[in-house]
Every structure is written in C-alpha cells, then in structure tokens.
C-alpha cells in the first residue's frame, strides 16, 4: 500500500464541506501548516476543527477562520486570536471549550477505542453542565466522551514511507494522540524517509495508524506572543 502523497493539495483532495478534522500542533507549535494552506485554498466550509488552539489571525487555523470555513472549534486555548472572538461574541461560531488535560484525553480515548471516562476537570462549572456525574473515592468526576475524526491531520518532525513518524518537542502535545484518532490520518513531515532509516525505539507514532504522508516545505518558526524583557 502506498501511503505516499506528493503535496498537501493531493492528500486533502478528498475532504468536503462539513467533515470533523482533528488538526495537531500546541499553539503555532507543530501545526500541519502545508495542509491548512491547502484546505484554505480549496475553501471547504462549514467544518468542525479539533485543535487545542485556534491559530492566530494571520496564521494557522486563524486563515481558515478568516474565510468563514468553521463551522465550529473544539477547543482548550483560544485566548490569541481576534477574529475567533469575533465571531464567538457575534454567535457566527460555536465553539467548546474543554480543559487541555481533558482534550488531550478525549482525542487519547477516541484513539484506543474508549467512548467515555470519568475525570474530576471541569466538576462544578459550565464545563458539567449536561454531563453525567458520578462519584470515586469520594470526590465527584463527570463524563467526557471520546473524540473521532473524519481527517486527523498532523505534523511530524521525520517520517518514513511506512507512515511512521517521529515529533520534535512541544509537537508531541497533541500530535501523537490525534493521529490515532482520524478515520484517516494525514501526516506531513519535515523530511521523509525510507523504511529503516528511523530508529524503532524513537517512533512515537507508528505507520499503522498514518495513512497518508507527504514531506512539507517552507515551514515557518513563528512565536504565538512574543514577550521580551525591558532593559533597563
């Protein structure tokens, strides 16, 4: 089976209005940027994106907002990005916050096949409300529900042809949990490699859950909020 695609426009070409996409990446960190420039141009509307963050206005899952493509976010940290507040307050989009642990479990679970957990995160606020509570050893925990995907799309640092896949740093926040959790996983790589080449005992991702893979290029390094100190 050849899981090689020569571009992000190829590997995407099969998403249509109205999928979920599970996207990866902490912050502006290990974001699939090539195909989100790719989803942007194709202009697909009315989408749900799981992604722990919303981009920024310039960059990001902040360019498919711009265009009106989300439909809805399910999200942890929103807190840099105009045009998200916009439409949030204007009721343009719904959106779900869940707590980043809580997240990060929810895309876990979905991944290993588990439709539901208990968690303590979120008791006794509005993050509960509608949700079945119940009690262990003695402190209240309410139910979350695992997360799937039409698309997860992610970004590795190096992956093989194979599919496997290995992240650098902060992109294995959420990366390596998503890619197990899309009915089809999109993997875009840094440098692609032959089957072999990549150490076994460091792939985080193994090429069983990756069904497409095509290397990226002109990533770019940006900083979410750049904070410096004032010299005296």
Known sequence: MNKVYNNADEAIADITDGMTLMLGGFGLCGIPENCIAALVKKN??????ISNNAGVDDFG????????QVKKMISSYVGEN???ERQLLSGELDVELIPQGTLA???RAGGAGIPAFFTPAGYGTEVA???EVREFNGKMHIM?????????IVKAWKGDTMGNLVYKGTARNFNPPMATAGKITIA???ELVQPGELEPNFIHTPGVFVNRIFQGSNYQKRIERVT???RN
């Open 44 to 49: 697909i509307k009315s989408l749900t994106c």
């Open 61 to 68: 899952i902040g360019l498919m907002l711009n265009q009106k």
């Open 82 to 84: 105009a045009e998200f």
């Open 105 to 107: 479990e929810r895309c």
């Open 129 to 131: 409300i509608g949700k």
């Open 144 to 152: 979350e529900m695992g997360l799937v995907a039409d698309f997860a």
């Open 188 to 190: 875009e790589v840094e």
């Open 228 to 230: 410096v100190t004032k």
